[in-house]
């Protein structure tokens, strides 16, 4: 039998993860890695948490070695060596080494895992020595060694992805003063806005300062200038304002791309040459939810597509399903978990659905240390499919976001959340656990067994708002402009004060309270009433007028 040969382009996540996969498909195979940089496979989701000093040991970074690749799993790593070309019709590529001159290797099967690259913008400036990305270990290097020699004070972060909420992070760590600029309305784009509000509320201090909607027009040897006129004083400059998938090598030979810029992929992860493969950021897939072509730079889809190519190119027949996205980051002391769509990302895909909002604590609340977490859920009208959930908290947030997920994946309505049997124990959780409770909600709203009205979409016109928290809760936080104010334990002594023939609309602090007093105002033979979901704390993220 002849001997396939396995030519991989690119480590880091994807490409070591074919790599290694195709080793224990295939004992015979020859395979070798080509890295452009000079390591095989390090962890680059974690070069923030080294320059925070968090990770204290830089080696832990490294992964592999290839001589560990060589002596584990008899695959060639070759470090230093960048693909020039790639010849379809002879099955070969050429590769520079160190020593700069090309050559050319023979493959059966080639694996693309290139990823991408930060994108910079042409803003003048940008070429200044403070001013720096962060793709690999030698970025982080340049970056540690500015902060230990010059020890900066004041730090600008450009853009509001994960990177930038990590190093706004890593340098807060470092005693630094931040400002986190981005160009959309607020943080993390992928989010509901109410969402994100809710994150840039809880982590605003002294120290951390936002810019939104902003643009940024020159970098100066110590400030950043935007277009309305004001300054940013800034001594580092980190820029994170998207990527590039690193398509050249592959458009040059003639691989189809598709519509996001990536490399076309079908389910095998194979390119529109049956002999090359595509894993990681520069490959495009679909979604798991919407079919649609999508990319995800993430690590956890590139190791699993690239395990799936390594399969395929040594033999077998494996198939990747889709990514959902699912993703989880830390800003100071909240955490941030989101999967599958979000309200945007839903419309966009032509679904028609409802959110459900709930607040409940990360454990059960008589135990010390509990938390609230706040969910968001994301499903379709008619059948309460998950499509979608975000998790903003700061304990607990990366179990939830994970069980979510979970029931995306296996197509699991809000129904089937109320069903769950979580874990229960005081230090962990609740006898009903915030998924349970959230699957509560979202299922009253499916069924229509309560009506309500979403705080994202929904404004007063000519509704009673009828306020039934506490009154020390209305003098600490205010009220929604106009609302009257009954409390809920008064409530059915009370009743008579308000009209039978105006539509009512209730709320509390979360929702729950709200919702039982819809409950009772309809018992009582109110029609016209209906909860807002989430309560005053949601709508006031939402942007309604509040009163003290």
């Keep these: 039998m002849k001997r396939r040969r396995i030519l991989v382009v690119g480590g880091v996540a994807g490409g070591a993860s074919a790599a290694a996969k195709a080793r224990r498909e295939n004992e015979h195979a020859e395979i070798h890695v080509f890295e452009r940089g000079p390591y095989i496979s390090f962890a680059n989701c974690g070069l923030p948490y080294h320059i925070s000093g968090e990770i204290t040991d830089r080696n832990q970074l490294v992964v592999m070695t ?24 002879r099955k070969v590529i050429v590769v520079k080494g160190p020593d700069a001159v090309p050559r050319e290797e023979r493959y059966d099967k080639l694996v693309l895992s290139q990823g991408a690259r930060p ?19 030698p970025d982080m290097d340049r970056i540690i060694a500015v902060l230990d020699r010059e020890k900066p004070r004041r730090a600008v972060v450009i853009g509001g992805g994960f990177i930038g909420l990590e190093m706004a992070e890593a340098f807060l760590h470092r005693g630094m003063k931040v400002t986190l600029v981005e160009k959309n309305p607020h943080l993390l784009p992928l989010l509901d806005a109410d969402m994100a509000t809710h994150l840039q509320n809880a982590v605003r201090s002294e120290n951390l300062d936002f810019r939104f909607n902003a643009e940024v027009t020159e970098f100066a040897p110590h400030a950043v200038h935007f277009a309305d006129g004001t300054e940013v004083k800034a001594e580092l400059v980190l820029l994170s304002v998207g990527v590039r998938a690193e398509v ?15 490399v076309r992929t079908n389910g095998r992860m194979e390119t529109s040459d049956p002999d090359i493969y595509a894993v990681g950021d ?107 959930a975000q998790v903003i908290g700061e304990k607990g947030v990366d179990k939830r976001v994970d069980v979510l997920a979970t029931a995306i994946t296996a197509r699991m309505s809000v129904f089937d959340l109320e069903e769950l049997d979580l874990a229960y124990s005081p230090p962990f959780g609740s006898a009903n656990d915030p998924i349970n409770v959230a699957g509560f909600v979202a299922s009253h709203i499916a069924r229509g067994d309560i ?48 009209p039978q023939d105006t539509p009512i609309v209730t709320y509390c602090q979360k929702g729950q309270r709200g919702y039982f007093a819809t409950c009772t105002l309809q018992g009582l033979g109110f029609e016209k009433v209906r909860n807002l979901r989430g309560g005053f704390l949601q709508a006031r993220l939402n942007g309604l007028s509040v009163e003290k």
């Excluded at 690749?69 to 230093?80: D, L």
């Excluded at 913008?121 to 270990?137: A, M, N, Q, S, W």
């Design 66 to 89: 290839p001589e560990r690749f060589e002596s584990r799993s008899q695959i060639h790593a070759h470090v230093g060596h960048e693909v020039l070309s790639i010849d379809r019709a």
């Design 119 to 137: 994108f910079i913008p042409k803003i003048p400036g940008v070429d200044l020595p403070h001013v720096f990305t962060l793709r690999d270990i």
């Design 248 to 262: 050249e090598l592959a458009k040059a030979a003639g691989l189809e791309l598709g519509p996001t810029g990536g």
């Design 282 to 388: 520069a490959a495009e897939t679909i979604h798991a939810i919407t079919g649609a072509r999508t990319r995800i730079a993430l690590a956890g889809p590139a190791n699993r597509q690239g395990r799936v190519a390594g399969a395929n190119a040594a033999g077998a027949r494996l198939v990747y399903p889709g990514a959902l996205g699912t993703s989880i980051v830390r800003l100071l002391h909240m955490t941030v978990g989101f999967t599958g769509l979000s309200s945007k990302q839903a419309a966009a895909g032509g679904f028609s659905y409802f959110t459900s909002l709930t607040r409940d604590n990360s454990h059960a609340h008589y135990f010390p240390g509990a938390k609230p977490v706040l969910i968001k859920l994301v499903a379709e009208e008619g059948t309460g499919r998950l499509l979608g």
């Design 451 to 498: 009506a309500s009205v979403a705080p994202e979409t929904w404004r007063p016109t000519n509704e009673l708002l009828l306020d039934v928290r506490d009154a020390d809760e209305l003098a600490e936080h205010g009220r929604l402009a106009g609302a009257l104010h009954i409390p809920l334990a008064e409530l059915r002594d009370r009743v008579g004060e308000l």
